[in-house]
């Protein structure tokens, strides 16, 4: 199974996912913070990681953005009991910065393990020329929409969202801006 690199400043939220994920057989690593986790996983790559938003040291956003420019293809599960601070939606920021999928605190067993089964299986990755008919939108969260047979946009501006709604509501919007082409 994958090796698993958990960044949580609570111990009982680790221990919590080192619990369900070790009982599906995933190898788990943990770490208290992201200058920690930075560290370990320097050291040994994990196929996985799973990032609080909210911890001391290095904080889950800057923890995401390290990680993204070391290691493009990271696989990043971001979560958070947080939310918004004022107009600031810090799990949408997380994908924003590169995480793949994203998790409100608290979430039930089945919907991490959901999530996880669902980015380790689906071959999500950033990429640098996604498969055709792919949208891809700039990180910088410009209001334009990039069809991938029609434009090519750089690994390091792009994030492939393959979640269904998201997927939907950004097919919507490209069809709007690329009729203004």
């Known amino acids: 199974?994958?090796?698993?690199?958990?960044?949580?400043?609570?111990?009982?939220?680790?221990?919590?996912?080192?619990?369900?994920?070790?009982?599906?057989?995933?190898?788990?690593?943990?770490?208290?913070?992201?200058?920690?986790?930075?560290?370990?996983?320097?050291?040994?790559?994990?196929?996985?990681?799973?990032?609080?938003?909210?911890m001391p040291e290095k904080e889950g956003l800057e923890t995401i953005s390290a990680l993204r420019e070391d290691f493009p293809d990271a696989k990043i599960i971001a979560i958070s009991g947080g939310g918004r601070a004022g107009k600031l939606d810090f799990l949408r920021a997380a994908t924003a910065f590169g995480a793949l999928r994203t998790l409100h605190k608290p979430f039930t067993r089945q919907q991490m393990l959901d999530?996880?089964?669902?980015?380790?299986?689906?071959?999500?990755?950033?990429?640098?020329?996604?498969?055709?008919?792919?949208?891809?939108?700039?990180?910088?969260?410009?209001?334009?929409?990039?069809?991938?047979?029609?434009?090519?946009t750089p690994l390091h501006q792009v994030q492939q969202y393959q979640h269904r709604q998201e997927w939907d509501r950004l097919q919507r919007r490209s069809e709007v801006s690329l009729s203004r082409l």
């Open 1 to 54: 199974m994958a090796k698993i690199l958990i960044i949580d400043d609570e111990e009982q939220v680790r221990l919590y996912l080192r619990r369900i994920l070790t009982a599906e057989g995933h190898e788990v690593i943990e770490a208290p913070d992201g200058k920690v986790s930075l560290r370990l996983y320097h050291e040994e790559p994990a196929d996985l990681a799973i990032i609080d938003i909210f």
């Open 115 to 152: 999530v996880v089964q669902e980015v380790l299986g689906s071959g999500y990755m950033l990429t640098d020329s996604a498969p055709s008919g792919i949208l891809l939108l700039p990180i910088d969260n410009r209001e334009e929409c990039y069809d991938s047979d029609r434009y090519h």
